[in-house]
């Protein structure tokens, strides 16, 4: 019979692979933003939440605060720089207001995660309060960083469109949860059980959207038929084919 710990780091593994997807998951993104030059409407809420969250749980992962949490430590390592990638990608290609906001939010991050290492540093001296300290921050800005997307979700109910709420991205987003809320009950981790529910909650939410919504997207290179407009100059009459192309 598998053990506890073996059945851990099975699903754990599965879970770091699942995580890579998800930081992956923005590529084609990222892709239309370089090839356009422009973030369009595009937010960048997400990638912000995830930097904070990845900055958490990497030194929750640490061995001086959470001893054996290397696969925790790994994926969050890998995931830093990922989102690295494409907050620099997005701060390139953003107009100026946005741009000064996200880099102010950045400073914000930086200054709390140096406050945080040193508090736990400095005034938690066993690994069991350096554990819960970080574990509950944890928590917090998992749940945001899983929340960070209903900023698109009301954006998806107000324009009736998915354009901006990528499919792969919600379904791994969903898989993610699902797989690391396994992780944390298999030897019950309530830091990672918590932010990780809530996870699976909000992405079977955002995939729900998607497939009531996908038919009323407009779809690019849509023709649509539009009668001949009479002008003192034009006295012919038929139907113009237009190309919209977005």
């Known amino acids: 019979m598998v053990s506890a710990d073996v059945a851990r780091n099975i699903v754990g593994i599965i879970g770091n692979v699942i995580s ?7 590529v084609p993104t990222f892709w239309r933003i370089y090839k356009a030059k422009d973030v369009e409407e595009f ?11 990845c900055l958490l749980w990497f030194f929750y992962g640490l061995p001086i605060v959470h001893p054996n949490s290397t696969l925790v430590l790994t994926i969050n390592g890998i995931g830093l720089v990922i989102e690295g ?28 995660m140096a406050a945080v290492v040193a508090g736990v540093l400095v005034g938690a001296h066993t690994h069991e309060k350096r554990s819960m300290i ?7 800005f998992g749940s945001i960083m899983y929340a960070s997307p209903l900023t ?4 998806v109910i107000r324009t009736k469109s998915v354009e901006y709420m990528p499919f792969f991205l919600s379904l791994v987003n969903f898989l993610n949860g699902l797989c690391w809320m396994g992780y944390a009950l298999i030897k ?10 809530l996870g ?4 079977l939410i955002q995939l729900i959207l998607y497939g009531y919504y996908y038919r ?3 779809k690019k290179g849509k023709i649509v038929e539009l009668p001949t407009v009479l002008t003192k100059n034009a006295v012919t009459s038929g139907d113009v084919s237009v190309t919209i192309e977005k």
Do not use: H, Q
């Open 152 to 155: 698109i979700m009301g954006k």
């Open 43 to 53: 937010k960048p809420d997400p990638y912000l939440a995830t930097l904070m969250n």
């Open 20 to 26: 890579f997807g998800l930081f992956l998951s923005p």
């Open 216 to 218: 009323s997207t407009p």
């Open 188 to 197: 019950f981790d309530i830091y990672i059980t918590i932010p990780n529910a």
């Open 85 to 112: 990638a494409y907050i620099i990608m997005f701060i390139i290609y953003a107009a100026k207001n946005t741009r000064w906001k996200m880099l102010g939010v950045l400073a914000i991050e930086a200054a709390f």
């Open 134 to 140: 970080v574990g509950i921050l944890c928590v917090i």
């Open 200 to 203: 699976t909650i909000f992405g």
